[in-house]
């Protein structure tokens, strides 16, 4: 059996209770301006949204990108690896996919 280093695991954990915070916090994690940018980077057509649908598309995108997050740590502990990588990412996409598909 493989020993696993403490340093490494308590990257894990400290990673797991950031990833818990972000969830029960009603904050949100990028600024109004940054994210009004990106949409308007987005969105091709030059429309106007309002405040309320502006929060909305914000709460939720930034709901779904911690679940990734999670998922992808829980990814990385199974396999015993320190980087989250565009692989396991895309896997976690695809898996949810399937999910959404059943």
């Known amino acids: 059996m493989k020993k696993v280093d ?5 990257i894990r954990v400290e990673a797991i209770h950031e990833i818990q915070y972000y969830q029960k916090s009603e904050d949100l994690i990028f600024s109004k301006t ?5 949409v308007q980077k987005i969105e091709r057509e030059n429309y106007h949204f309002q ?4 929060k909305t598309l914000q ?3 930034e709901t779904i990108l911690i679940t990734l997050f999670e998922y992808g740590l829980k990814i990385m502990i ?3 690896q320190m980087i989250l990588t565009v692989r396991d990412t895309r896997l976690i ?4 996919q399937e999910l959404r598909n059943i």
Request: hydrophobic share 50%; charged share 15%.
């Open 78 to 80: 199974h396999c015993r």
């Open 6 to 10: 403490k340093q490494n695991v308590d």
């Open 34 to 38: 940054v994210f009004i940018y990106l």
């Open 93 to 96: 996409v695809e898996i949810a």
């Open 59 to 61: 709460v939720t995108a």
């Open 51 to 54: 405040y309320s649908v502006i």
